[in-house]
């Protein structure tokens, strides 16, 4: 994907994107950071085309985004989105099910091609034995869990997710990137993703992209983009960076 010169205006009065150039790696985990307020879940909904900019475009496969179709797009990339709300009355399967929507029409479903697709997200995200169970009934990182296996039944080239890990616990946080390392690394998922905790992006990104102000400010390699001058210039941070044999490079914050 290559986005070119985007702008994104915010209020009239500013702009929110300002001219912002960059492409996201086939294959990679690119993961968006930057402070509250800089433009990355902005820069996300350009990407999916849930926002359309002022000016500048964004390509897929050398194809302007505003040329696909919606299902010809959704079949591409897919989002999930930081918080979304729960239907009631609704099992994780039938919801799973609606990311099959773009792979049928009035005239064409391939059942047995569902049923494979939604076997395949709910194995992918651990949910086969709660398949029938109610979405109100689950835990915050299960849910988050079956809007990704939604996500997955589109079989789109592209996984996005907007700040995925707000509002759930530690535990759940690393279970969820763990399962975005997973989609990556062994069904070769393109994931795009928008973070808070600098560790883990460090840990769990090929490619980061930091962002201030509505500019990208560095991006590359973790260890090359997130040094203790640009979390200084960027965040107002002192911070410290050490090295463990387990978790690879990390950060500690020491104070402003």
Same mark, same amino acid.
């Given at each position: 994907? %290559?986005?070119? !010169?985007?702008?994104?205006?915010?209020?009239? =009065?500013?702009?929110?994107?300002?001219? *912002?150039?960059?492409?996201?790696?086939?294959?990679? *985990?690119? =993961?968006?950071?930057?402070?509250?307020?800089?433009?990355?879940?902005?820069?996300?909904?350009?990407?999916?085309?849930?926002?359309?900019?002022?000016? @500048?475009?964004?390509?897929?496969? /050398?194809?302007?985004?505003?040329?696909?179709?919606?299902?010809?797009?959704?079949?591409?990339?897919?989002?999930?989105?930081?918080?979304?709300?729960?239907?009631?009355?609704?099992?994780?399967?039938?919801?799973?099910?609606?990311?099959?929507?773009?792979?049928?029409?009035?005239?064409?479903?391939?059942?047995?091609? !569902?049923?494979?697709?939604?076997?395949?997200?709910?194995?992918?995200?651990?949910?086969?034995?709660?398949? /029938?169970?109610?979405?109100?009934?689950?835990?915050?990182?299960?849910?988050?869990?079956?809007?990704?296996?939604?996500?997955?039944?589109?079989?789109?080239?592209?996984?996005?997710? !907007?700040?995925?890990?707000?509002?759930?616990?530690?535990?759940?946080?690393?279970?969820?990137? %763990?399962?975005?390392?997973?989609?990556?690394?062994?069904?070769?998922?393109?994931?795009?993703?928008?973070?808070?905790?600098? /560790?883990?992006?460090?840990?769990?990104?090929?490619?980061?992209?930091?962002?201030?102000? @509505?500019?990208?400010?560095? %991006? @590359? *390699?973790?260890?090359?983009?997130?040094?203790?001058?640009?979390?200084? %210039?960027?965040?107002? *941070?002192?911070?410290?960076? /050490?090295?463990?044999?387990?978790? @690879?490079?990390?950060?500690?914050?020491?104070?402003?």
């Amino acid at each position: 994907m %290559e986005i070119q !010169d985007i702008i994104v205006s915010h209020d009239n =009065t500013r702009n929110h994107l300002d001219g *912002v150039t960059t492409a996201i790696q086939k294959g990679k *985990v690119t =993961t968006i950071i930057g402070p509250n307020g800089c433009g990355k879940s902005t820069l996300l909904s350009v990407m999916s085309r849930n926002n359309m900019p002022k000016s @500048g475009h964004v390509s897929l496969e /050398n194809k302007d985004l505003v040329h696909y179709k919606s299902k010809e797009f959704a079949k591409k990339l897919a989002i999930v989105y930081q918080q979304n709300d729960v239907p009631k009355d609704l099992t994780i399967e039938k919801l799973v099910s609606f990311g099959r929507l773009p792979h049928n029409t009035m005239l064409k479903r391939n059942q047995e091609e !569902d049923a494979k697709a939604i076997d395949w997200a709910l194995a992918c995200t651990n949910l086969l034995e709660k398949r /029938n169970n109610d979405l109100e009934a689950l835990s915050g990182g299960e849910r988050q869990r079956v809007w990704i296996a939604m996500a997955l039944a589109q079989q789109s080239e592209i996984l996005c997710l !907007d700040e995925p890990t707000t509002y759930l616990d530690i535990y759940y946080q690393l279970e969820l990137l %763990e399962l975005v390392k997973t989609l990556n690394e062994e069904h070769d998922l393109t994931i795009i993703m928008v973070l808070h905790d600098i /560790n883990q992006a460090i840990r769990y990104s090929d490619h980061i992209i930091l962002m201030n102000a @509505g500019h990208i400010v560095a %991006e @590359g *390699v973790p260890r090359h983009v997130i040094t203790k001058e640009v979390i200084k %210039e960027v965040y107002g *941070v002192e911070a410290i960076f /050490n090295e463990d044999e387990q978790l @690879g490079l990390y950060m500690v914050p020491l104070g402003i």
